[in-house]
C-alpha cells in the first residue's frame, strides 16, 4: 500500500507523478494548499491547521475528506502525525513530499531524521524531491540504490557512529568502514553502476540520492 503526505515545504512540480498510483493522501497541515494547487484532494488533512484557510477546511469536509484537527501545542510536528496514520492505515511504502526547501530549516532538519527512527523498518519510507530521494539504512540492513551510473549519492551517520558500511558499484568504496557523526566522509560519492547497494552493520545513515538526469521514481 503506497501513502504519499505532502508536508508544508516546497514539493518540485515533477512530485505530483507520486500521487497518480497512491493509495492513501495525506495532507500534513499546509501541504493541503500544495495539493490544491495541483488539483488533487487528499483522503486526510491532519495537523494543527494552523496555515491553512479555513475556506480549504470547508471545501474538504464538504468534499468528505477527514479532517484530524490537533491543538497547536503538541508534541509532534503535522508530518510526523501523517506519517503516523500512514502507518496505522497498513501502508508499507510512504513517500513524503513537501519536507525539503521550506522556510523553516527546523521543520527540514526534524522531517529528515524522521527517516531515522527505527519504529518505521521494515518499511520504504522515503524523502522525495524532484530528482533527491533521502533513505533510512539501519543496523543490520542493506539498500539497493535506485540511481544511474554518473548519479550521486551521499551516506551520513545521523546516530553516533556509523560501523561496518560497505558499498558494491560506488566509484569510492568502503569495505567494513566506520562513518563518523558529524564528518563529511560519506558526502558526494558517485554510482559506477546500476544496482549498486550498501550495507551497514550498526548505526543509522541517510542515504540521499541526487539523479543527474531525468526524474525517476
Not at 15 to 22: C, G, S, V
Not at 70 to 87: G, M
Not at 124 to 134: A, K, N
Amino acid at each position: 500500500m503506497l501513502a504519499v503526505i505532502v508536508a508544508a515545504g516546497d514539493p518540485a512540480a515533477s512530485d505530483t507523478r507520486w500521487l497518480t498510483d497512491a493509495d492513501l493522501v495525506i495532507a500534513a497541515d499546509s501541504g493541503a494548499c500544495w495539493l490544491e494547487e495541483v488539483g488533487i484532494t487528499p483522503h486526510l488533512l491532519v495537523g494543527d491547521l494552523d496555515s491553512v484557510d479555513e475556506g480549504l477546511v470547508e471545501r474538504y469536509t464538504a468534499a468528505g475528506v477527514e479532517i484530524e484537527r490537533h491543538p497547536a501545542a503538541k508534541d509532534e510536528s503535522d508530518a510526523e502525525l501523517a506519517l503516523q496514520r500512514a502507518v496505522a492505515s497498513g501502508a508499507d511504502r510512504i513517500v513524503i513530499l513537501g519536507a525539503l526547501d521550506g522556510e523553516r530549516l527546523d521543520h527540514e532538519l526534524a522531517n529528515l531524521l524522521l527517516l531515522a527512527d527505527p519504529a518505521w523498518r521494515g518499511r520504504d519510507l522515503r524523502i522525495v524531491r524532484g530528482t533527491t530521494t533521502v533513505r533510512a539504512l539501519h543496523s543490520g540492513e542493506s539498500l539497493e540504490l535506485e540511481g544511474a551510473p554518473g548519479d550521486i549519492v551521499t551516506l551520513l551517520s545521523v546516530a553516533g557512529d556509523a560501523q561496518g558500511v560497505s558499498t558494491d558499484g560506488l566509484r569510492y568504496p568502503l569495505s567494513d568502514e566506520e562513518l563518523r557523526f558529524g564528518r563529511s566522509r560519506g558526502l558526494s560519492n558517485v554510482v559506477e553502476r546500476a544496482g549498486a547497494s550498501v550495507w551497514l552493520k550498526s548505526g543509522t545513515l541517510l542515504v540521499i540520492e541526487h539523479r543527474q538526469q531525468g526524474e525517476g521514481s
